[in-house]
């Protein structure tokens, strides 16, 4: 089972600090000599409550032996504003034994 943690993001208009919640998937699972790896692929949309700028986030990870997080990608960030200026801090995953 994995959880990500809410990120926490700054409004590249107004420098309001909220969080972002992630949503993610499994793209692709594949066979290697210690088991599966998992490919995740996460996306977060969230409205800036100040100022209305709309962030948007990107991210991908793999789990590679089960319950390890054996790489994460930065986070990828853009605005409806395209001020350039946004921030979110890169996703937290966790893995837990069912
Ligand atoms: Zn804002």
Known sequence: MVKIEPSKCVCGECRKEFYME?????????????????????????????????????????EYPAGALESNSKAEVSDSMETGKSKINDPVIRFFDI
């Open 22 to 62: 992630w949503e993610f998937e499994i793209v692709d699972v594949s066979e290697r000599p210690q088991g599966e790896c998992v490919w995740y692929h996460g996306e977060g949309e969230q409205e800036c409550p100040k100022c209305g700028n709309i962030l948007y986030g990107g991210f991908s990870a793999t």
